[in-house]
């Protein structure tokens, strides 16, 4: 029997694979990026619509319930997608920080000239 609650991931889970697919025809999202997207979406719509295969992953990691091995799995995609946040936001306060420093300096060399 299908719940409401597998229909609410399925659809919002190919909502969210259609965005990917949007962003990487504008060039936002890298051919990785996207691939990484549907495969993690791909995931979600399998393991709602088929409960019994994150069974199936717990049991090859050594954990004892399927719901765990969601948890588990969810905690680390987040810590990735954290990092990869990190290190963009990091590029760009560099990236600010050198500009910020160019139009210091051509400011400043302006304004000696008309001086």
């Known amino acids: 029997m299908i719940t409401l609650l597998q229909i609410v991931v399925v659809v919002f889970a190919i909502f969210a694979i259609s965005r990917a ?3 990487f025809k504008d060039g936002k999202v890298s051919g990785k990026e996207l691939a990484f997207w549907i495969v993690l979406w791909g995931a979600a719509i399998i393991v709602v ?3 019994g295969t994150s069974f199936f992953f717990a049991g ?3 954990i004892q319930r399927g719901a765990d091995f969601v948890v ?3 905690i680390v995609i987040i810590f990735y997608l954290l990092f990869k946040l990190y290190v963009k936001i990091d590029s760009v306060e560099k990236e600010i920080t050198k500009l910020v420093r160019e139009i210091s300096i051509s400011q ?3 304004k000696k000239k008309s001086k």
């Open 21 to 23: 697919f949007l962003r």
């Open 49 to 51: 619509v088929l409960p």
């Open 72 to 74: 588990y799995m969810s």
């Open 108 to 110: 400043a060399g302006r």
């Open 60 to 62: 090859i990691f050594g």
